[in-house]
Structure formats: C-alpha cells, structure tokens
C-alpha cells in the first residue's frame, strides 16, 4: 500500500484529497500547523473510518517558511501540497509571498532528497491564470487556457502596498499563485529532481466542508470556502447577495479527484480543473430552486431579474485537458450547492 504527504490536511481542500487517495487503498501522510488542527482532524466526522482503520497518520509542522517534513516524507509515493494562504485580510504582499512561495520551493527541495517519492503535486489557483484585475464584465469573450499566465509582476505587488490599494489582499493572493508556481516548475529543473511535477488550477473552490464536524467557528473562524459558502447559501433570507469578485467555480471534489488522477497517471505541467461561471444570485436562485424546505435561510435577493454574468457575460476558462488527460467531469451546480447545504444541515448550522 502506497502512502501520500497531503499538506493542509485540515483544510477543505484537505480533507477531500485524503479521502480521493484513500479511497484509492492508499495510506495519508498529513501535516497541520498545531495539536489542536491535528486533534481536530483525528476526530472528524468525514475520517473517522479512516483513522479508526490507522491509515492516517498526522505531523504537525508548525510554519511553510522554515517547516521540516523530513519525518512526514518518510516513505511516501507521492506529494500533494495543499497548504497555502487563502484569505483576503493580509496587510502586506510579504505575508502571502513568503509562505506560498518559499513554502512550496522548500517542501520540493526537501522531497527531492526522499528516493522514494514520485510525483509532486499541488494546488495553485486560475488567479495565477486569468486577469484579477481587469473586472471580469469587462473580459466577456476571453478565454483562459493553461498557457496564460496573470500579466502581472511582483514589482506591481510592491506599488499596490505603497500605495495602499485596498484591493491589495485579492492581488496578492493571486500574485503568490502565480510566482508560487513558476517557482515551483523551476525549482524542480534546476535542482534536477527525479519526480514528476504538476499543479492543478482550481478556480472559487465549493462543494461540502467535511473539514468541520460541528458548526463551531462557522462562519466567523472558517475557512474561506467555507465561509463565503456560508454566506451565499444560508446566511438568511434578508441578508444581501454578496459582490462577486470572480466567477469561475469549481467542485473540491473533482479538485481532489484530479490531484489523485495526476498522480495515478503520472501527468505532469499544469491542469484547469473548473465546472463552469456563477455569481452570488445564481448561487441564491439554485439553492432556493433544489431546496425550498430551507428558503428561509438562503439570501433572497433580486431572483425575478438577470443575474450580473447573465447581463454582461464573463470569460470562459478551459478543462478541456483535465477532461481528456485526467478523466474529469464536470459536477452541476445544483449538485454543488444542495451538497453544501445538506452538510450545513449535518453541522447543524441549519435546521428545518
């Protein structure tokens, strides 16, 4: 039985690329920042059979930046790095830089000294991709590839926080992806590492947060899928739809199912894994659709008129190479968003 590091194991993208390799009879490796992340995984809802059945094992490695994994990469196959920062409350384009990127070049030059480990694999974003700063109503008719590459450079970075840009966060978050990337692929060469490297390019990530077991710190402490879900789903029917910055979205399942495939089929390079365009009312309006027992909770907003990509379109982003290499196909929306709400339910943040 083959074992995989996952870093991030908490997390909610995680949490379903344990379960796709699991499922998959392999063992997990998984990494958290503290006892209490690591306390909380072993006691998941979502892992229990699998922790029960001692095919997880869980390291804590306190920091990215000068984190050791040297007892976590021992005798593992494969490397899915999930850990990086997704949130949009950073104050300075360094605390986003430093652990997205030095963390992933570090975690590669430590697994090129483990013999055994062949693939490297980790989770970038389509930020590192698409424009994030051109509005998407202005990109209708662009479509985005694995070739591209967000046209901007860390000097830009640099002015955003000089100048104070209160969009700073979103920028830098998509920049650290970006360069986070590069970084990794050159790493990878120059140090002339025997494993097969891939990244996969989720867009806004969605599906059920098995990351959690109660509805303890949701939403204030949740995580931002988690959270944003949350918000767009069943926060309440007085609350206001909420402003969409991007429109891409993707399944985490099928995110942790093509973390696993390129693994499995050994496919390296990059790899758009994304089921299709939403915004915030779309989200509202099929929620309320697939589950009207719960319309009290979901955010009404304005359901009898367009929605904002109905009425000005947005850029398309390609999975034609997840879909022919890797297998991948596309989760309805519907599907994503009863799911999510059915694990609301579970948690008991909802109630009928």
């Known amino acids: 039985m083959q074992t995989v590091l996952i870093t991030g194991l908490s997390g909610f993208a995680g949490v379903h690329a344990a379960l796709a390799f699991l499922g998959e009879e392999w063992k997990v490796h998984g990494t958290v920042r503290t006892q209490e992340k690591k306390d909380k995984v072993l006691n998941l809802l979502s892992l229990k059979e699998w922790v029960d059945k001692k095919r997880i094992e869980v390291f804590i490695v306190p920091e990215l930046v000068g984190g050791d994994f040297t007892q976590a990469l021992q005798g593992v196959s494969a490397v899915v790095h999930c850990a990086s920062p997704w949130h949009l409350t950073g104050k300075t384009w360094k605390e986003y830089r430093d652990p997205a990127v030095d963390g992933t070049v570090r975690l590669i030059k430590q697994a090129a000294e483990v013999p055994t480990v062949k693939h490297f694999t980790f989770i970038s974003s389509f930020a590192a991709e698409g424009d994030a700063v051109k509005p998407w109503s202005e990109q209708k008719g662009v479509k985005y590839t694995e070739s591209d590459w967000l046209p901007y450079d860390e000097q830009f970075c640099v002015q955003v926080e000089k100048e104070k840009n209160p969009n700073g966060p979103g920028i830098w978050y998509a920049m650290s992806k970006k360069i986070a990337e590069q970084e990794a692929y050159a790493t990878h060469k120059a140090i002339g590492a025997k494993f097969t490297i891939s990244s996969?390019?989720?867009?806004?990530?969605?599906?059920?947060?098995?990351?959690?077991?109660?509805?303890?710190?949701?939403?204030?402490?949740?995580?931002?899928?988690?959270?944003?879900?949350?918000?767009?789903?069943?926060?309440?029917?007085?609350?206001?739809?909420?402003?969409?910055?991007?429109?891409?979205?993707?399944?985490?399942?099928?995110?942790?199912?093509?973390?696993?495939?390129?693994?499995?089929?050994?496919?390296?390079?990059?790899?758009?894994?994304?089921?299709?365009?939403?915004?915030?009312?779309?989200?509202?309006?099929?929620?309320?659709?697939?589950?009207?027992?719960?319309?009290?909770?979901?955010?009404?907003?304005?359901?009898?008129?367009?929605?904002?990509?109905?009425?000005?379109?947005?850029?398309?982003?390609?999975?034609?190479?997840?879909?022919?290499?890797?297998?991948?196909?596309?989760?309805?929306?519907?599907?994503?968003?009863?799911?999510?709400?059915?694990?609301?339910?579970?948690?008991?943040?909802?109630?009928?």
């Open 200 to 352: 996969i390019l989720p867009a806004m990530i969605f599906g059920p947060s098995l990351n959690y077991s109660s509805n303890k710190g949701i939403p204030e402490q949740a995580d931002m899928s988690t959270k944003t879900q949350y918000h767009a789903l069943v926060s309440g029917h007085r609350q206001p739809i909420q402003e969409t910055a991007f429109t891409g979205w993707s399944d985490v399942r099928n995110v942790a199912t093509a973390l696993y495939e390129v693994v499995a089929r050994n496919k390296s390079g990059r790899f758009n894994v994304v089921d299709g365009s939403y915004d915030f009312q779309i989200l509202a309006n099929v929620a309320r659709k697939a589950k009207p027992e719960y319309e009290n909770y979901i955010p009404r907003g304005d359901p009898s008129s367009p929605t904002p990509t109905e009425l000005c379109g947005t850029y398309e982003i390609s999975n034609a190479k997840a879909e022919k290499e890797l297998g991948i196909k596309k989760i309805p929306l519907e599907k994503t968003v009863v799911d999510a709400i059915e694990w609301f339910v579970t948690l008991g943040a909802v109630h009928k």
